[in-house]
């Protein structure tokens, strides 16, 4: 019982970490939540995602709140609720492919390909917006073409919020900045109201395929409210671009470590953690170097042409 006890104080400090970054950046943590659990805790490819996606859900209710009561109040109901209209039956979507794919391996190089790209994001991230943009903002003069390239892009949202398990903010965000014009606060804020549709719509679906295991996705999901009260008051004081490009940077480790990669690099036998755990950091650091490197070029370029420009 006590170890019970202390098991689930970790895993709840752990996430209030995790929902005080995603609640920040409009996701809802299953980009950290599902590799942890299936590296870590050893759940299975089925089961990590569907619960990592309860704490999506947790973290979405809680960031709503919190967001609602900022002045001005940053989240954008209409495009929230227009978003969801195919966020919902994505995120039944999702669930549904992910029970289709019976092999845990072909689930962790999903996770490792779709994840991958949201990571360079994040370590590419520039600023965007104001908050005091928001009221700027009107949703009629959206064309209706983007409207439906909208609709698009909030279906991709809702199917990698059910197979993945991360609540579908890594989609949502762009189409609501791109798409429809939304300063990043705005679309964080409104990212999280969306998600409280998607992440239900998923885990009522989990929940009848007896996927979710309620031990960790209780544990993860009080850390995640405590997170969550945190981050939308921080989100607006912070260098949030800064913290998107660490947190990019973190994230390459755990889906390279998902994918095995490093146990096929130094470790084919798979019998030395040691040796896996070596070959993991020599890929993350082939990896992060290069994109390191272009990073810190871009900023001095950019730096030169202010320089031209004034």
């Known amino acids: ?95 549904a ?28 991230a520039k600023k965007r917006g104001k908050a005091d943009e928001v009221t700027a903002f009107k949703f009629s003069d959206i064309s209706s073409g983007r409207l439906a390239l909208t609709l698009f892009g909030g279906f991709i949202g809702g199917v990698s919020a059910g197979l993945l398990g991360i609540g579908g903010g890594a989609v949502v965000v762009p189409v609501l900045t791109i798409l429809m014009g939304l300063p990043i606060h705005a679309a964080v804020a409104t ?47 912070v260098n949030a671009v800064q913290l998107k490009q660490v947190f990019g940077l973190v994230l390459v480790f755990p889906l390279v470590k998902m994918m095995y990669l490093g146990q096929m690099l130094l470790d084919p036998a798979g019998e030395s953690f040691v040796m896996a755990t070596i070959g993991d950091l020599i890929i993350w650091v082939i990896i992060v170097v290069p994109i390191g490197l272009l990073r810190l070029y871009q900023l001095r370029k950019s730096k030169e042409l202010r320089v031209v420009t004034k």
């Open 191 to 237: 990212s999280m109201f969306t998600m409280v549709f998607t992440a239900s719509a998923g885990t009522a679906r989990n929940f009848m395929g007896g996927h979710i295991d309620p031990f960790y996705a209780l544990a993860l999901g009080m850390g995640m409210v405590i997170g969550a009260q945190i981050g939308p008051r921080l989100a607006s004081k």
């Open 97 to 124: 492919l992910r029970e289709f794919i019976v092999d845990d391996y072909v689930l962790r190089i999903i996770f490792g390909v779709a994840l991958f790209p949201v990571a360079l994001k994040m370590l590419f």
């Open 1 to 95: 019982m006590q170890d019970m006890v202390v098991e689930i104080l970790m895993i709840a400090a752990f996430a209030v970490a995790v929902g005080t970054i995603s609640s920040m950046v409009g996701i809802g943590g299953g980009i950290i939540n599902t590799p942890l659990l299936i590296i870590i805790f050893g759940l299975t490819a089925q089961t990590a995602p569907a619960t990592a996606l309860v704490a999506a859900l947790f973290v979405a209710a809680a960031s709503t709140v919190a967001y609602y009561r900022q002045e001005p109040r940053p989240i954008m109901f209409k495009p929230g609720l227009f978003l969801a209209i195919t966020t919902i039956p994505g995120s039944f979507a999702g669930v």
